[in-house]
């Protein structure tokens, strides 16, 4: 039963568009969502989170939006650089809950 | 340093044998995580430690595998009798203090397990 799910394995992206990754979620229990990214031979790296009482948060070129009732989140980055090549990885945990349970990742591919 | 710390970076046993992972997690930090990634999926949780509490073991996949966390800080992962099914990169996370909401875990680089 896959909680967290990123129904694209992969994304290629010009640089300096937007890349635009995606995140559906099952449990309503949920209530703080993560974004990771990870090199290859090395542990994900925190992106950017956002809470349950907001739909936005934005740090720098990186944005997660959250709509609640449709049980979906995405990572907006813009402009989109080289150094963004990586897999993404949505996270989300529960209220009283420290586990994260994580979707299958999305590879991004920033072509010059 | 100041990250989380995994050893050993990489691992190659033969089925059967068992296998110790390690992790030290960032100083201070009293929450402590193990997952596992197999090949293509996302990360499967395992295991969590807070303080003096009892371990949430709750994602640990069989009986095979325990861990340990002695004096509130450095965990050993122990996996027994190992199968080729345990091949996987296993990574260790670490919060400051599940006390303080929403906080993101930190991640060590993981260790790459493979069994022969």
């Known amino acids: 039963d896959q909680q967290v799910k990123q129904n694209s394995p992969s994304l290629s992206v010009q640089e300096g568009r937007i890349s635009i990754l995606n995140c559906d979620y099952t449990n309503s229990m949920f209530d703080y969502f993560l974004w990771y990214k990870k090199y290859p031979a090395e542990g994900p790296t925190f992106l950017i989170s956002?809470?349950?009482?907001?739909d936005k948060n934005e740090d720098g070129r990186f944005t997660v939006f959250l709509n609640k009732s449709a049980k979906h989140l995405s990572l907006h980055i813009v402009p989109s650089q080289p150094g963004d090549s990586a897999v993404y990885f949505c996270?989300?945990?529960?209220?009283?809950?420290?586990?994260?349970?994580f979707g299958q990742g999305t590879r991004l591919t920033i072509n010059p | 340093g100041a990250g989380v710390s995994q050893s050993p970076s990489n691992k190659v046993t033969e089925k059967g044998k068992d296998v110790e992972l390690r992790c030290d997690p960032i100083s201070g930090h009293t929450a402590l995580y193990w997952y596992r990634q197999s090949l293509g999926q996302g990360l499967e949780f395992l295991i969590y430690?807070?303080?003096?509490?009892?371990?949430?073991k709750s994602g640990l996949p069989s009986d095979r595998f325990s861990a340990e966390r002695t004096g509130g800080s450095v965990s050993t992962l122990t996996i027994q009798r190992t199968q080729q099914e345990d091949s996987a990169v296993y990574l260790c996370?670490?919060?400051?203090?599940?006390?303080?909401?929403?906080?993101?875990?930190?991640f060590g680089d993981g260790t790459r397990l493979s069994i022969l």
């Open positions: 996370a670490s919060t400051e203090s599940p006390g303080l909401i929403n906080q993101p875990q930190h």
């Open positions: 996270a989300a945990s529960a209220k009283g809950a420290q586990k994260l349970v």
């Open positions: 430690f807070q303080g003096n509490s009892a371990p949430d």
């Open positions: 956002i809470s349950s009482i907001k």
